[in-house]
Every structure is written in structure tokens, then in C-alpha cells.
């Protein structure tokens, strides 16, 4: 828990969504956070929200959003409302002073997102989003390894795949299918886990052209429900990624170096919260009578304290702590965001117009 010297940092959630009921529990097993308080634009939801999700008896409930971000109490600001709202929202939650984590995607395109930058660094705000799978500790070791020039090399390609299988009900009605709520579908939702995947991968360092593949599926209303793209860089490092809300549940990475491989098949969500593996190899071949691989794959198994979630909640909490004493917002995580949604943009673009190559540029 925090200390008197390092007082938690005190949450609101805006909005009472399914994802918030993840989120709250995060914030309660984060040893540096406190749900302080939940808005939603009907009190009685709120406080059914606030009794369901086991938030502490001085927590605030609020029936608009307004009221609680007028609340001088509230240090952070958790925003998991439908896309279309957040550059309202964001701005407002920035020109209140207080620091935001807001669920992904950011923006439904990069210039809604420069606006929430510009409010966030105008009034020296923490950004971040919430992409829980990179605080996994998982994270941190694969990266050691897809860096390592003797065990991995250099990285020559990657495929990232996300897909679940959408009933009939969630196809018709969830936000996500929705033009004017979550108007990027698939490609925002869960595209965006395979887009991060693939820079985390390359260092964040963009491609310099995107192509939409062919064959994307949309609903009636013209949003995204399948689609796919594949990235290219000037030394001839390709990823692909395909997203799905037509497919069984898939969550994998195969990343290819020079001398190894990276696998593994749950990077979004872990098999198991408390454990989470995956498999590497290197300079395998095969064996003498070609029936077999030498050597074997290994698999690594990296355990965890708390739920990736709540490790997302902690590193978001320490870095508005260090804010409350002096320091500056970090940039690391705004500037992720945005080269994701950049790409975002370009796989809806190259769509839109028949499959061109898009040329990225970060301006």
C-alpha cells in the first residue's frame, strides 16, 4: 500500500462500461491507487456501479461527468467511454488538471488525438492508454530477448493476430460495430493490440509504408468488422496483422530474426493472470534425418504479483506521483499512441482507396 509519504493516487472512472469493472478491480489491487469516485449520466447506475465493483465507503458517486471532474479530490481520471466521445472528454479532463489513462483507441484519427496532446502538455497532465499486455512482466523479458543481437539478431518479420468470435448480439449491437460511437470497428479495437505489438517489436520505429489487404469485411453500416495490413520498412523488415470480430479467439505473435524466434499465444490477455509464457528458439535446424528440430524450442514462464492491469495502474500512478512532486509528464507513452493510431489511420486509408500503399509520415 502507499505510504503517508507517497499517498495513493485517487482515481474517478467516467463512465460506468464493462471495461471499467476490469479497471476498477486493477485500481484496487494497485499498491499506489484508490477508487475515489465513478460518473455516470445516471446516479442510480453509478452507485449501482460503485456497490458492484467493491469500491471503498467514502468513494463519491456522481450522476453526471462534470460534477466529478470538478471534484478537487480526484488526481486521475480513468476515461472508458465510446471513441467518438474522447476528444471531448480528454480535453476536458486535462483542462481540469487532472491525469488521464482513457482506453483504446485513442482518437478515432490522429488529428482528434493532437488535440487531447496539445490539452495534456498545456496543462502538464500524465497521458496514457490502456494497452494492459505491455506492463505484463512477460513484456519486459521478451524484449530482452527480441534484442539480444546474439539470441534473436536482427528482425526480419512478424505476424500479430486478434480475433474473437462476435454473437449475433454483440454484432448488432455492441459499441464497437457502431459508426457513431466506435466507428473504427475491428481495426480500432482489436487491431490496435496487433499494430502495438509489431512496433514494440521494431523499437516503435515506423514503417515506411502500409497496405491494407484484401478482403476486409464490413457491417451494413460501413464499419470494420475483419480486416488485415502489412507494414514495410526501408531495409526490408515486413509485419503483418490481421484483426477479427468474425474469428475464434486468437492472441498470437511470431516475431523472426536472423539467428531466433518469438512466440507465444495469449499476449493480450495471459491463459492465466498470475502466470503468463512464452517460447523462444535459437539457430534451430533440423535434425540429421530431417524428423525432428535441434534444438528444441524453450518455453519461459514469467510469474506476476499482480494482474497485468493493475501493473498498468501502478505505472501510471507512480509516474503522476513523480508529476505531484516536480517532475515532468512522461512523454514515452503519448508519443506510443499516437505512432499507433498513425498506423490505424493508414490501414483505414489504404482501405478506402482501393489498397494503395500509405507512405507514414510522423509530423
Known amino acids: 500500500m502507499a505510504t503517508e509519504s507517497q499517498a495513493a493516487i485517487r482515481f474517478g472512472i467516467i463512465g460506468a462500461a464493462d471495461i471499467a469493472r476490469k479497471l476498477s ?24 456501479f460503485a456497490k458492484a465493483n467493491n469500491f471503498p465507503p467514502d468513494a463519491k458517486v ?34 481540469k488538471k487532472k491525469h488521464l489513462l482513457m482506453e483504446k483507441p ?9 488535440v487531447i496532446l496539445k490539452a495534456c502538455e498545456e496543462n502538464g497532465v500524465q497521458l496514457m492508454d490502456g494497452t494492459m499486455w505491455v506492463h505484463n512482466p512477460r513484456t519486459a523479458q521478451m524484449k530482452e530477448f527480441v534484442s539480444d543481437p546474439q539470441r534473436f539478431g536482427q528482425l526480419r518479420t512478424m505476424y500479430s493476430c486478434f480475433s474473437f468470435a462476435g454473437d449475433a448480439e454483440f454484432l448488432k449491437n455492441d459499441i464497437r460495430v457502431k459508426p457513431d460511437l466506435d466507428g473504427l470497428g475491428a481495426l480500432g479495437d482489436a487491431g490496435w493490440y496487433g499494430i502495438r505489438s509489431i512496433l514494440w517489436a521494431n523499437d516503435y520505429e515506423l514503417p515506411k509504408t502500409v497496405i491494407a489487404m484484401h478482403g476486409p469485411v464490413l457491417n451494413e453500416a460501413g464499419v470494420i468488422l475483419s480486416c488485415g495490413a502489412s507494414l514495410h520498412w526501408d531495409d526490408g ?22 539467428n531466433g524466434s518469438l512466440q507465444l499465444h495469449d499476449f493480450i490477455i495471459p491463459f492465466r493472470e498470475e502466470e503468463a509464457s512464452y517460447f523462444t528458439n535459437t539457430r534451430c535446424f533440423f535434425n540429421d ?7 528444441l524450442p524453450s518455453e519461459h514462464v514469467v510469474t506476476t504479483d499482480i494482474p497485468q492491469e493493475a501493473c498498468m495502474v501502478r505505472e501510471f500512478s507512480r509516474l503522476v506521483a513523480n ?11 503519448p508519443i506510443i499512441s499516437r505512432k499507433t493510431q498513425l498506423i490505424i489511420d493508414a490501414v483505414k486509408t489504404s482501405i478506402e482507396r482501393g489498397f494503395e500503399p500509405i507512405e507514414i509520415k510522423c509530423l
Open 25 to 48: 478491480r486493477a485500481i484496487t489491487l494497485a499498491p499506489n491507487a484508490v477508487l475515489s469516485a465513478v460518473a455516470s449520466r445516471s446516479l442510480e447506475k453509478a452507485t449501482n
Open 62 to 95: 456522481y450522476g453526471s461527468y462534470e460534477a466529478l471532474l470538478d471534484d478537487k479530490d480526484i488526481d486521475a481520471v480513468y476515461l472508458p467511454l465510446p471513441t467518438s466521445m474522447h476528444v471531448k472528454w480528454a480535453v476536458l479532463v486535462a483542462q
Open 106 to 114: 485513442v482518437a478515432l484519427n490522429v488529428a482528434e488525438f493532437d
Open 237 to 258: 523488415r515486413v509485419a503483418t496483422f490481421s484483426c477479427s470480430f468474425l474469428a475464434n479467439m486468437t492472441m498470437d505473435i511470431t516475431a523472426t530474426g536472423t
Open 289 to 295: 534425418l530431417v524428423t525432428g528440430w535441434v534444438p
Open 323 to 333: 508529476i505531484k512532486n516536480g517532475s515532468k509528464p512522461e512523454q514515452k507513452w
